[in-house]
């Protein structure tokens, strides 16, 4: 269609231009797209079209403006990028227009240039430092580009929210200054600590936090604005442990560059105080140990520790126990990462993994607990096995460490299991309950975590619930309680 001038595709499905979209219409003099769902445009292709004066793309999704986007588009008199989602953009897209439309004509003895009118109404502007050219332009703005509506808004950030082009002042771009009230911080074993940094940059810039136990010990990050220009970070820790001593690092950086400062945290042990023997150790309270299932692996789960101990006794005993005695395994290990694959799982069997110091009784310290489903028999049943390995392992890696898991499949019919199964069944597992505490607390047990026809007092149940469920199609799934 070489003479086709005018093409109107509004108000369809439209989310990608191929770059030879528009060759051989190059007497094209309309192009309106609106209403699609464009993210960006091919601004080359328009080098087919050189005659095109209307170019209608308002209601896309476009969030980027190139700063030769108009470089082909030298006798366009209406551009409308309105109600889409750009934040930032230079304005040499526009002042270099009417050098575009100098260069098409050079040679010529009189040189006219067109007017064009332009939309940006609309947009999620985001007003920091990287728009300020673009606000001045807008500010000063004058032939041969026209505005549809001045009044542009801004939508970001936060304190310059609803501002006008107009009414607002932005100041240039510059790398992050960051700083901390106190590089060397001290405290004792238990107490709270929160670690500041103040970072000033434009535009705002991210801040993270490193250290050296950051894959073990997640820690809150509270962020707030205390100016314009200016982002305080604060990272809080709860009941610090001699673990968490160290450097902690704070970096901030944004588009102009990086910066960073190091916290040195001290954490000194808690003086002994006269007081009645306690019912644990004197030295567990110096030990830190963090137990989690990760993973699966062919034949079982795959556990990972990270353990400390400032105490002359610096070994830990890792116990694994299930409904069966002769299940029963004791291994010894040093301080450190670690980790231990725990093989041939039974189907429809307790397991208890504990971690402790020295030769503390098992419950002394962080355990894990779970529940295999039943094994169906054959490849088909392992896979089942595993599978709810799998739904524990996730389960496990979203809370805490020192939480209790059971996961198990629909309660066991007679006829499936057999006599024997179905003796022991009536011992069915229950998860152990543990004392609520809040979720960001890493040193305290956590509650237990139930599913169908394994909860507390489940067993007594068994009978009904196999009654109301024979024929049915039962699978498991976990459920999250709390204990009062």
């Known amino acids: 269609m070489r003479t086709l001038e005018y093409l109107w595709l509004n108000f369809n499905n439209v989310t990608v231009i191929h770059l030879g979209a528009l060759e051989h219409l190059s007497e094209l003099k309309e192009l309106r797209l609106e209403g699609n769902k464009l993210r960006s445009v091919p601004w080359t292709a328009f080098r087919a079209t050189p005659l095109l004066r209307v170019l209608d793309l308002k209601h896309n999704r476009i969030d980027a403006l190139p700063e030769l986007a108009l470089q082909f588009l030298v006798n366009l008199t209406y551009l409308d ?18 050098a575009y439309q100098k260069h098409q004509q050079s040679g010529h003895e009189a040189e006219i240039l067109s007017s064009m009118v332009l939309a940006l109404h609309d947009n999620p502007w985001l007003c920091d430092c990287r728009l300020r050219g673009l606000v001045q332009f807008i500010k000063s703005i004058s032939l041969p580009v026209i505005l549809v509506n001045p009044y542009l808004m801004c939508r ?35 107490q709270n600590v ?7 940059a434009s535009p705002s810039p991210t801040i993270a936090w490193t ?16 100016a314009e220009d200016a982002t305080l970070s604060e990272l809080v820790i709860p009941a610090a442990h001699l673990v968490d001593r160290g450097n902690y690092t704070c970096m901030a950086s944004n588009a102009i560059g990086v910066s960073t400062v190091v916290i040195s945290l001290g954490v000194q042990p808690a003086q002994a105080l006269p007081a009645p023997r306690s ?23 795959l556990l990972e520790w990270f353990a400390a101990a400032d105490t002359p006794e610096k070994w830990f005993t890792l116990y694994i126990a299930s409904d069966e005695a002769f299940r029963k395994k004791v291994v010894h290990v040093g301080p450190g990462i670690n980790t231990y694959t725990v093989d041939d799982l039974l189907p429809g069997t307790k397991y208890e993994v504990c971690l402790s110091l020295g030769g503390q009784p098992p419950r002394q310290g ?8 039943r094994d169906d028999g054959g490849l088909e049943g392992r896979e089942r096995l595993l599978h709810t390995t799998v739904i524990l392992c996730a389960v496990l890696l979203a809370v805490p460490v020192g939480a209790y898991a ?21 011992k069915a597992p229950r998860c152990p309950l543990a004392a609520p505490e809040l979720r960001d607390d890493p040193y305290r047990d956590h509650t237990a975590v139930c599913e169908d ?27 999250w309680t709390s204990s009062p």
């Open 81 to 98: 990028l309105s109600s889409n989602r750009l934040t930032v953009v230079s304005k040499n897209v526009f002042l270099n227009w009417p």
């Open 156 to 190: 970001g950030p936060l304190f310059k929210a609803g501002q006008l082009f107009h009414e607002t002042e932005l100041s240039v771009c510059r790398k992050p200054q960051i700083s901390t009230p106190s590089a060397n911080v001290s405290v004792q074993v238990g």
């Open 194 to 200: 929160t670690l500041r940094c103040l970072a000033q």
């Open 211 to 226: 250290y050296p136990l950051s894959t073990w010990r997640e820690f809150d990050v509270l962020t707030s604005f205390t």
């Open 279 to 301: 019912l644990f150790s004197p030295s567990e309270s110096s030990a830190y140990v963090d137990l989690r299932v990760v993973k699966q692996t062919v034949h079982g789960i």
């Open 366 to 373: 962080r355990c894990v607990v779970f529940v295999t489903g």
């Open 406 to 426: 059971c996961a198990a499949q629909a309660p066991c019919s007679c006829r499936a299991w057999g006599p024997r199964r179905c003796l022991r069944r009536r």
């Open 453 to 479: 026809g394994l909860q507390p007092g489940g067993a007594e149940r068994e009978g009904d619930e196999q009654r109301a469920g024979e024929g049915d199609d039962h699978r498991g799934g976990l459920v």
